[in-house]
């Protein structure tokens, strides 16, 4: 077996350059000293702010500062720790700072507390009086949305000193998914000894044409999951019932209630996305998994099976330099000013993507402020790739457009979650719209609709379903019911046996899919995937139909940021994302793909 090479060895074209936000690793500790004066600066208008709006907008501008520096330490530490979770420089370093970030928002937190100690009308009358704190709107409109659920100061600031521990079980999950757990090697059909991890199984295994090599690889990764599986319950359920506990401390109804709020997101879209999509995604992808059975001659499918090649003798190549072109070519409507993002990302290394020991899994794009935004991935030589790296590309694009537009203390205060995968999604669609525009030969466009399907089960099937898990599990919570490794488990297997009905056999691999997954701790985050790629759908079909009109209104939405709630800055770009409709169109457009595919079988 070719073993992972350990970072150091890899070639340094396949990894991000980080000299881009510190030249060194002695830089950035000097950083970490400077910061202190950044803080002081902060600190020292602590319960002034009612001395007037000019003093508002001088303290609002020294968090500006304080939280761009501490933005750029934390990413570059954390940048290192995703690529070599294994180095004890990189742990100490992510760990300097998380307890750093703390320190930070126990010290900036009495801006919040003291804004929501101001009499009624005074945030409005420092609007009007200064314009310099104009950028900073949403900012100060959130606190007013908050003040009901504000806690004490005192008890605030203690929260946010707390930060690093309330974030422990995000980040067990990370060292265990990364570091402790060992899969047992597979060999494939030439008997080749193969490593199986996370990042390898779903980028590269689950793909594979061989089905004993997607076989053995599941049950592998299975191996590997169920060894920390209560350790990896336990963290879940810790960072559940923490939300829980905080929601009935915040006076909410429930967490997801505490959870929407923040995002601005209404309940009955919430409940919208997870439901509507599910019941019209539901009967056409039983139809694929039937189509994908009858075609591999397959009569019991299993989870291992849902990502096996239909055509697997058919898979085109390309490198990393032939995608960065084809991206390029596929997102030249979004105009030249986007165009240029994308040829720097591909050209002065902000992509990483190396396969080394200790990387963690998935795929993601981060900003850093004043720098520029990075990409994270696991290469492979194959288009398939392309479509990871333009959704990630996606993130890029409206990260940068964001930061031109608004202050990041605006931008942090999360409501966008429920848009923020639409320009993701809606940079995939274009880029298959491309392909299937050009597509040479019948077999080439079925392989376009082939990753299309994978785009939409990917965010509408995959993620609905992981949000509709995590949403079962918050009831649960709130009901006093212990969330256990074994009532996990039942969950994740009522989930899926409702949504696929029988169409594929579950087992202890499926009923452990939520281990392999970070997403559940990031807050309602897998639901926005469906009602992105939904949004995306339908601003896609308006450029298309409408061409740059559409497009403004896109690029536009883009830079709006926190200024509105996420359906009014959806509204902005043409999409209702709270009209069922939407949702179902997304969904029809699905459908119509799984009629071309089986025609074409």
């Known amino acids: 077996m070719a073993e992972r090479l350990t970072r150091d060895h890899v070639p340094v074209e396949e990894t991000w350059n980080l000299d881009d936000i510190y030249p060194s690793p002695e830089h950035w500790a000097a950083d970490m000293t400077a910061i202190e004066q950044d803080i002081e600066a902060v600190s020292r208008f602590r319960g002034r702010l009612a001395e007037g709006a000019s003093v508002l907008e001088v303290c609002l501008r020294a968090q500006e500062t304080l939280l761009s520096r501490l933005d750029r330490l934390r990413r570059y530490a ?38 929501a100690e101001l009499p009624k009308g005074t945030i409005e009358r420092y609007l009007d009086q200064e314009p310099g704190i104009m950028p900073f709107r949403a900012l100060l409109e959130d606190v007013e949305r908050r003040r009901a659920h504000l806690l004490s100061p005192e008890t605030e600031t203690a929260l946010a000193a707390l930060g690093e521990s309330l974030k422990a079980s995000s980040a067990i999950w990370q060292g265990v998914t990364a570091v402790d757990m060992i899969c047992p090697p597979i060999r494939d059909g030439a008997g080749q000894e193969l490593s199986v991890s996370i990042a390898g199984y779903v980028f590269g295994h689950s793909h594979a044409a061989d089905r004993d090599v997607r076989r053995a690889a599941y049950e592998s990764l299975t191996v590997g999951l169920h060894r920390h599986g209560t350790t990896l319950a336990s963290a879940l359920a810790i960072h559940i019932n923490q939300n829980v506990t905080l929601a009935r401390l915040r006076g909410y109804a429930s967490a997801t209630e505490m959870i929407l709020a923040r995002q601005r997101v209404p309940l009955d879209v919430y409940e919208n996305v997870l439901d509507v999509v599910h019941d019209e995604m539901a009967p056409h992808v039983r139809r694929l998994t039937r189509l994908r059975a009858r075609v591999l001659g397959i009569s019991e499918p299993r989870r291992y099976d849902l990502e096996a090649p239909l055509d697997p003798d058919y898979h085109p190549g390309a490198t990393f330099d032939q995608c960065g072109r084809l991206i390029q070519e596929a997102l030249r409507p979004l105009g030249d000013d986007y165009g240029a993002l994308v040829s720097a ?32 991935t696991t290469w492979h030589d194959a288009l398939r790739s392309a479509f990871v790296l333009a959704h990630e590309l996606g993130h890029a694009g409206h990260y940068t457009w964001t930061l031109r537009e608004q202050p990041l203390s605006t931008v942090a205060i999360e409501p966008m979650s429920l848009m923020l995968e639409a320009p993701s999604t809606a940079n995939e669609l274009l880029l298959a719209h491309h392909l299937l525009d050009t597509a040479p030969d019948p077999r080439f466009r079925r392989w376009v609709i082939l990753q299309s399907l994978g785009t939409f089960t990917h965010n509408m099937v995959t993620h609905l379903l992981e949000g509709r898990f995590e949403r079962r599990l918050y009831q649960l919570a709130e009901a006093g019911k212990p969330l256990t490794l074994a009532v996990i488990m039942s969950v994740q297997d009522e989930i899926f046996e409702r949504f696929f009905a029988g169409a594929v056999a579950l087992d202890d691999g499926a009923r452990l899919y939520w281990a392999q997954q970070p997403h559940f701790f990031m807050n309602h985050y897998s639901y926005t995937y469906a009602a992105g790629l939904a949004s995306a759908c339908a601003a896609v079909a308006m450029m298309r139909a409408e061409g740059q009109p559409a497009v403004d209104r896109w690029l536009e939405m883009l830079g709006l940021g926190a200024t509105l709630p996420p ?35």
């Open 567 to 601: 359906v009014e800055i959806l509204g902005r770009a043409g999409v209702d994302i709270a009209h069922p409709d939407t949702l179902r169109h997304a969904a029809r457009y699905f459908g119509s793909l799984v009629d071309e595919l089986e025609q074409s079988f």
């Open 345 to 376: 990302a591909f050209g002065n290394r902000w992509i990483d993507r190396a396969d080394n020991a200790g990387k963690r899994s998935g795929a993601f794009c981060w900003p850093v402020h004043g720098v520029h935004p990075y990409v994270f």
């Open 78 to 115: 954390y940048f290192r720790l995703a690529t070599d979770g294994i180095s004890p420089d990189n742990q100490g370093m992510s760990a300097r700072a998380e307890r750093l970030a703390a320190r930070v928002d126990a010290a900036r937190s009495f801006i919040v507390s003291d804004l």
